[in-house]
Structure formats: structure tokens, C-alpha cells
């Protein structure tokens, strides 16, 4: 196997890694905010590690270049957009999640019992 190749699945892998996590993450995560920054971070490194590998796959060509304009834009756009619809909970008064609301409801709950 080439050296070319073993370097386009490392970089494939990893991004594939970090695409999985960040999916995790939006699953996982407990409110609105988490989530976008889950999703926003983990995504946009995830994409651009995997298009960074087809770039070594495709060598210098044009297809190549394409592609190193395909991770500009998504450096560009993806984490804009994850603020974007921050910005925007915010706006609508979309209220974030803290530790300290979960154990107010559990007091909350034995109190009533």
C-alpha cells in the first residue's frame, strides 16, 4: 500500500471519528446550546479532515482544487451558522441548561412525596 493512501485513510478515519462524536454529542447533550456546539465544533473538523484525505487520495489535479475550496467554504459557513442559530435561541429567550436547575427539581420532587 502506498504512503499516499495510508495517509488518506488516517485522515479519513479521523474525520469519520470526529463526525461520530459530534453525533453523539447532539444526541447526547441536554439542551439547545450544548448541542449546537457539539455539532458545530466536532462537524466542521470532521468534514474537513475527511475532504482533506480525498485531496491526498485525488494527488493535484482539478478535482483537488475543488475540494480545497469545498473546506474553505465549510470553514467558513459551519461555525457562522452554529452562531448564527445561537445567537438566535438567545434572542428567543431559549433558556440554557444548568446543574443547578436539575437539582432544584429533584428537591423539588422530594419535597412533594
Do not use: C
Not at 485522515?11 to 447533550?29: D, E, K, Q, T, W
Not at 445561537?86 to 440554557?96: D, K, L, T
Amino acid at each position: 500500500m502506498e504512503v499516499q493512501y495510508l495517509l488518506a485513510i488516517i485522515f479519513i478515519s479521523f474525520g469519520a471519528f470526529f463526525l461520530l462524536i459530534g453525533s453523539v454529542g447532539l444526541v447526547r447533550l441536554p439542551d439547545f446550546y450544548s448541542r449546537t456546539h457539539a455539532t458545530g465544533k466536532a462537524d466542521t473538523l470532521g468534514i474537513m479532515l475527511v475532504i482533506t484525505g480525498l485531496i491526498i487520495t485525488q494527488g493535484i489535479s482539478v478535482n483537488s482544487a475543488k475540494l480545497l475550496m469545498i473546506i474553505v467554504f465549510v470553514g467558513l459557513t459551519n461555525p457562522t451558522a452554529a452562531n448564527a442559530l445561537a445567537r438566535a435561541a438567545y434572542y428567543f429567550r431559549e433558556v440554557p441548561w444548568f446543574k443547578k436547575d436539575k437539582m432544584k427539581q429533584k428537591k423539588q420532587k422530594k419535597e412533594k412525596v
